[in-house]
Every structure is written in structure tokens, then in C-alpha cells.
């Protein structure tokens, strides 16, 4: 059914008032900085920007809220307009109206040039380029901007075609507030048929992925889950420094429901009854703490910083979902079984498919634990090992580097200089870890080394913040023999070549060499245990 079109100054007006809503299966609000000032220019050439879908119910449906400063929270028993199509638009342009957007997150519009970007310092101090929350918001009208114009000699006050072409520029970009959208509206109370139309519709445009259109799905069988517990999980995962993403749970929740991991194909899952569907979330919620319990205290990583694929951790959901008790054979395997999947990058190639071979191997009640061992060995074909070479050029983005942070750990490494143990979280934040140059960057920068090996991970310790700034610049034969003098231990841990020859700045080429053989010697320790 169509509606009528509506301005956008009257759409911002009901986000105001919360007479329009986001329901639950909407995904949240990703737009950046670009999308927006892109919507913006197409506004104001008066080009098509799509339709807004609105539905019309008088269920009772679950909604989040609008990500906008400017947005009303949800009313209890209020049927507000629920926006299907359109909520990354409608979102966009509540925050572009709200005067209490940061500066650093707002439109720019030159006048000249007739173009819209993002906020930027560059931009920023140039008297060319106007604030669009500032007119859009009412927080300065057309002739102040004007005045502004002429006042930082951008116009002369005497040209007046000049000033009249910009004032008629800035008549139309306030007139961005009168632009009307052209509104559809379903009038439907069957669920299913509202589904089908979001995930037809949503599937058409910025394309959703299958996470996404079964999280509509689950939203309406299991109404406040996805706003509700899926949200406090991810906010308990982080706070433990795992960044865990609704798109995520769901593929967990399917693994731990239906046994493998891809997302079509689903229509008897969600046939099942909701109080079986919520078996299968608690399930899955008890599986994936208990997977971040095993990753930090069995494995020894702290976080998703050092953790190269999220997707290893669904095995550890399934087994972890289903079992209560690990042998302790078991346990051995998992975690190495964990360690060989992350280091040789197991799922980079045919996920899913891989991915589904490791739950079958798995089986419905994850007894199959050292089978799954057995299986990553024998697609190895041979024994799981680094060679020096390969980490050559190797930085901190590669799927070996969380090997040389627990090769660090596991050998009680310390802050060279507070001798504070090395870990994620510390109560005095200048001891949190951060990766350090060994031979500083400014050094090798200067004598023109490339980025490569300069980042490469036998250039990186971990060191607490202070430390790392206490460095900055020092020469490594300095600051390194002050460290050996004090405790040789401290270097020795974090695999450091001793002979002292190699911290010279002539020789980083042979301390590289020296230092991938110590590390990779660790890293083949930990992956043989």
C-alpha cells in the first residue's frame, strides 16, 4: 500500500516524538561516515534515494532503539510507525539534525565546489566548508552562514552575483529538510508474511547477510532474545576483550541446534518450538563462556586482539554446549587441536565446508574431541611446525603472531623495566601490553628499512605502555645491555638473541635471523605439547 510521501523535516519530527520504530530483526545501525555524506549529496541534487517501508500493526512487536541522539525511547504500549526499509537513511539523517552530534562525526559542505565529506581537521579549518548540522539543526540560519562567508573573506560583500549564487546554495542545502520521501506501508499481522517481506526487501538492497536474515527470523520467534540476551552477551564477551558480534551468536546458535554451520536450508529449524529454539540459546550461551574460559585459561589468549579466526571458536562451542566434562586427553587435544587451527589458518579457505566436516567428525554429542585432533594433524600431512622463514616479513596481522605472545607467557615474561608479569588487563593502565620495536622505528626508518621488517614479529616484544614510551628512540646495544646487566632472564623469555654483537643497528638483519629461529623454536614447543 502506498503512502503518503513525507519531508524529512516531518520524519525527524516523529523520531523525536518515538512515533517511529526500529523493531528487533533490523540490524543496528553500521552506516559510515561516506554513506552519509553521499545521502546528503543525492538529496540535495534532488536525486531518488529509495523508498521508506513502514509497517502497520497492531501487535505488540519487540523494538531497539534508533541510533540518534535526537531519538524518543520506546513507549510501553504505544504502536509507533516500524520502519521495514530505511532505517540506515532515517538513522543517517537524525544525526545529521542533531545539534549535539560531535563535530567530528558531522557533514561538510563546500560551497564552492558543491560537494559533501566527512569531517575532517583539514576541512574543518577552512571557512569554505560549512557545518550541514549546523543549518539542518537550526543552530544557524542561511544568512548567518553567509555572513560568516564574507566575514572569513570568502565572498566579497561587494560582488553581489557571487554572494547571491552561494545564498541560493545554501537555500537549497536547507532545503534538504523539505525533501519528501516516498513511503510504502504494509498493513499485515501474520509474522511470517512480514518476514518473508523484510528479508525480500533487505536481501534486495545493501545486500544482509544470511546471519542477519536469520536473526529476523529468531526475532520473531523468540521476541526480546536478540535485543535483549544476545546483546548482554556480547556486552559480558567484551568486557573480557572478546569481540563477539551478534552475526556471530547466531552461527553459533545454529551450530549448536542443528550440528553444522550454514544458514540456509534452515526452514525445519525454525519450525521448532520457540521453548526448543530456547533450549538451544541456553545451550549456546553456556557453550560460548565456557569456550572463552578454555581460550584465556587453557590456551593463554587474552582477547580477539590476538585471536586470528572467531570462527575456531564454534568446535569449542559445540563441545562445550553439549559437554559438561573433558578428560583430561581430551582437554590436551582441544586445546592443541585449537592452537594447530589458528596457527595453520584452518578455516581461510572453504569455511563453511571445512567448518561442517569438523562438527560431523565432532558428532551430536561432541565425543568425538581427540577425533577432531586427528583430523586437523592428518589434513596437515605431516607434523604441525614454523620454520624460521616463515616469519619472514611476518607482522603482527599474521596467524602466527599470537604463537610468540604465548610463547612469552608461557615463559613468565615480565615487563623488561617494572618486572610486572605480562597480561591483557592491569590495574595501573600504564602497564597494559602493548607491542614493542625492539630495534625502534624511528632508527630503522632513518637507515631505510622497509616496513616489513621493521614490523616483523622478531622486531616485537610486549612491553607495558610506560615502558614502550620510556624506549622510544634509544638505541637497542644501549637500553638492552642496561636490561642483560639488570636480569638477562627478562630478554631471554621474550626469546631476544644474547649476543650482544647483533642489537647493533648495522646488524638488525642478523638479529632478525637469530630471533625467528629462538621464536619459532617456541612456537613448535607449544604446538607439539
Known amino acids: 500500500m502506498i503512502g503518503h510521501p513525507l519531508k524529512v523535516e516531518d520524519l525527524i519530527s516523529d523520531v523525536k516524538t518515538g512515533e517511529i520504530g526500529i523493531p528487533e530483526i533490523q540490524r543496528d545501525y553500521v552506516w559510515r561516515k561516506p554513506q552519509i555524506a553521499k545521502l546528503l549529496d543525492s538529496i540535495y541534487r534532488g536525486f531518488p534515494v529509495g523508498t521508506l517501508l513502514l509497517w502497520d500493526t497492531a501487535l505488540a512487536v519487540e523494538m531497539r532503539g534508533l541510533k540518534a541522539g535526537l531519538a524518543a525511547p520506546n513507549k510501553p504500549d504505544f504502536r509507533p510507525k516500524i520502519v521495514l526499509d530505511g532505517q540506515q537513511r532515517l538513522t543517517s539523517l537524525a544525526r ?3 545539534p549535539d552530534l560531535p563535530r567530528d562525526e558531522r557533514v561538510l559542505f563546500n560551497v564552492f565546489a558543491e560537494t559533501f565529506e ?7 579549518a577552512d571557512p569554505r566548508w560549512i557545518d550541514t548540522t549546523e543549518l539542518m539543526s537550526g543552530s544557524a540560519s542561511e544568512l548567518d552562514v553567509l555572513d560568516r562567508l ?8 561587494a560582488d553581489r552575483p557571487a554572494r547571491n549564487q552561494i545564498h541560493d546554495r545554501l537555500k537549497r542545502l536547507h532545503a534538504i529538510r523539505q525533501y519528501k520521501f516516498p513511503i510504502e506501508i504494509v498493513k499485515e499481522d501474520d509474522l511470517e508474511v512480514v518476514t518473508e517481506i523484510f528479508i525480500r526487501v533487505n536481501s534486495a538492497g545493501t545486500r544482509l547477510r544470511e546471519a ?3 536473526l529476523a527470523r529468531l526475532a520473531w520467534k523468540l521476541p526480546g532474545k ?5 546483546e548482554k552477551l556480547e556486552d559480558a564477551c567484551l568486557e573480557r576483550g572478546f569481540d563477539i558480534d551478534t552475526r556471530f551468536l547466531m552461527r553459533a546458535l545454529v551450530v549448536v541446534g542443528t550440528g553444522q554451520s550454514r544458514f540456509r536450508d534452515l526452514k525445519a529449524y525454525w519450525q521448532r518450538p520457540a521453548a526448543g529454539l530456547d533450549r538451544d540459546w541456553k545451550r549456546t550461551e553456556r557453550g560460548l563462556r565456557s569456550a572463552l574460559d578454555f581460550v584465556e585459561g587453557n590456551v593463554g589468549i587474552p582477547g580477539s586482539e590476538l585471536l586470528p579466526s572467531h570462527m575456531t571458536l564454534l568446535p569449542l562451542v559445540a563441545v562445550l554446549g553439549n559437554r559438561t566434562h573433558l578428560s583430561g586427553a581430551e582437554g590436551r587435544a582441544l586445546r592443541r587441536w585449537f592452537l594447530i587451527a589458528n596457527a595453520f589458518q584452518r578455516y581461510s579457505g572453504s569455511t563453511e565446508t571445512i567448518l561442517d566436516q569438523d562438527l560431523a567428525t565432532l558428532g551430536a554429542d561432541s565425543s568425538g574431541v581427540e577425533a577432531l585432533h586427528n583430523r586437523a594433524l592428518t589434513d596437515l600431512r605431516g607434523k604441525p611446525e614454523v620454520a624460521p622463514d616463515d616469519l619472514a616479513r611476518a607482522g603482527a596481522s599474521s596467524p602466527l603472531f599470537f604463537l610468540s605472545f604465548l610463547a612469552a607467557t608461557s615463559n613468565d615474561a615480565v615487563d623488561w623495566f617494572t618486572g610486572i608479569k605480562i597480561r591483557r588487563d592491569n590495574f595501573n593502565r600504564d602497564q597494559d601490553i602493548e607491542y614493542h620495536h625492539i630495534f625502534p622505528k624511528k632508527l630503522l626508518t632513518a637507515a631505510g628499512v622497509d616496513r616489513y ?4 614479529m622478531a622486531n616485537l616484544a610486549f612491553l607495558g605502555q610506560k615502558a614502550n614510551r620510556r624506549i622510544l628512540a634509544k638505541e637497542p646495544a644501549a637500553y ?11 630478554l631471554e623469555a621474550q626469546c631476544v638473541p644474547m649476543d650482544r654483537r647483533l642489537w647493533a643497528l648495522d646488524r638488525f638483519a642478523d638479529f632478525l635471523t637469530a630471533r625467528r629461529a629462538l621464536l619459532s623454536a617456541e612456537m613448535n614447543r607449544l604446538l607439539g605439547s
Open 212 to 214: 542477519e536474515l536469520a
Open 118 to 124: 566527512p569531517h575532517s581537521n583539514r576541512s574543518a
Open 150 to 157: 564574507v566575514e572569513a573573506g570568502v565572498i566579497d560583500i
Open 453 to 456: 621488517e621493521r614490523d616483523e
Open 96 to 98: 545529521v539534525f542533531d
Open 226 to 230: 536478540v535485543v535483549g540476551d544476545f
Open 480 to 490: 638492552l645491555a642496561e636490561i642483560a646487566e639488570h636480569d638477562p632472564g627478562r
